[in-house]
Each structure stands twice: as C-alpha cells, then as structure tokens.
C-alpha cells in the first residue's frame, strides 16, 4: 500500500514565525502535491512537484514556499505565517501527473494565533 | 472544470446499498467523474471514476446516465466504517488538480 506521511497531525504557531511542513512518500512517486482544506472552500492547491526540484504554483501559492530536494520528501514553508493560514493541510502524491488516483497523508492541522 | 451538485448529507442503514446521487448537468465529453471520500480526521481517498460507461470496483459502483448530465456511487454493502463525507468531481484527465466541494455526508447507522 501507497503510504503518504505527515510529520504532525496537530500544530500551533505563532504570528510571524516561519512554518515547516513535511511530507515523505514511500511509493517511489514522481509527483507530489500540496493542498490545504478549508470549511465553505473545499480543497485548493497550493503547489505541485513533478520532479526532485521542479515544482508549479497552483491556485493559491501566495505566501507559501515549497522544497524537494528528495524524490520522497516534498515540504511546505510558510515564510512568516499569518491567521488566515489556519487550515488543514493535506500532502498527496501520485504515480503519474494527472493519475486518477492522488494518494493522501493524514493532513496537518495548523493554527497560528 | 464543471461543477457538482450533491445532497449536503444522507443517511444508510448497515448491509443496505448506499446510493448517492450527483447532478453534473454542464459536463462536457472530455471531463470525467471521479469519487473521492474523507473519514473523519484522514486524508481523502479514491473511489472510483468513470467517462461514460458503468464501472465497477471492489470499493464502489458507478452508475453515469446517458446524457451523463447525473451519476450515482453505489456501495453496495455499506458498513460502519463507509461514513464518511462522499465527494464527487469532474475534471478533464489530464487535469492533474483535484478540486472538491462541499460533498455530501454519509452516515451509516447500525
């Protein structure tokens, strides 16, 4: 089984500090995604990895940054995190770009207060 | 990307067929509809998809009109652990975004 990991399941934050979110796959998956998951918005993209390095904007990248340095590892970086981030967060990876099938971690609960 | 109607919830009794209904009236031929659901505190999980034709997995059936303007997902035996919120989605295959709304919340009652 596909299995998508997240390194919390529930995190508080401060105004201001900076946010590291990690996800690792262990499916040998090329592609990797970031979503986050809020009530009344469903489920947006923040970013998109294709490759060690590569990655795409999705429909709101602002005031996020991502990393993958490792073809398993693809992390999500809130420079200076903010209120309106409070959001669940929601790593995925897949086999191919546009498989059917995303395989979801966990999620990450994060508030910032 | 077209959108969805669903009912904002359902409820179905253990071992009975669990049919939940989605409206896709402004489809277009090369968009496909996917099932996606979420149990309560996990990451959401694929059902099942379909273009025009019936499919059938070990999860889920899927039933699209002709018209395929409306399908429905089909657990056949539903159990304790199928209440979830069920999400139902349109996207042309090559899309590689998965975009779900509201959905509709299924609880299974023993």
């Known amino acids: 089984d596909v299995k998508v990991t997240q390194s919390s399941r529930y995190l508080v934050k401060r105004t201001g500090e900076k946010v590291f979110l990690e996800c690792v796959q262990d499916?040998?998956?090329?592609?990797m995604f970031w979503y986050r998951q809020d009530p009344g918005l469903g489920l947006r993209l923040i970013y998109f990895?294709?490759?060690?390095?590569?990655?795409e904007k999705g429909d709101i990248p602002e005031g996020y940054s991502v990393s993958r340095e490792k073809k398993e590892r693809f992390s999500l970086i809130l420079e200076s995190a903010s209120t309106n981030q409070t959001s669940m967060y929601l790593c995925?990876?897949?086999?191919?770009?546009?498989?059917?099938?995303?395989?979801f971690g966990p999620g990450t609960r994060l508030t910032v207060t | 990307d077209a959108k969805t109607t669903q009912p904002p919830s359902m409820d179905c009794a253990e071992g009975r067929a669990a049919n939940l209904p989605c409206n896709h009236s402004?489809?277009?031929?090369?968009?496909?509809v996917y099932w996606y659901r979420q149990i309560h505190s996990q990451g959401p999980q694929y059902i099942i998809h379909g273009l025009k034709n019936n499919e059938t997995n070990e999860m889920a059936s899927l039933i699209i009109t002709e018209d395929r303007k409306s399908s429905t997902l089909i657990l056949p035996h539903a159990t304790l652990r199928d209440t979830a919120v069920y999400y139902c989605?349109?996207?042309?295959?090559?899309?590689?975004?998965?975009?779900f709304g509201a959905g509709t919340t299924v609880t299974v009652r023993a």
């Open positions: 402004t489809i277009s031929g090369n968009e496909y």
């Open positions: 499916m040998d998956h090329e592609n």
């Open positions: 990895s294709y490759d060690v390095k590569m990655k």
């Open positions: 995925a990876s897949s086999l191919f770009k546009s498989s059917y099938e995303q395989y």
């Open positions: 989605i349109v996207r042309v295959f090559n899309d590689y975004k998965l975009s």
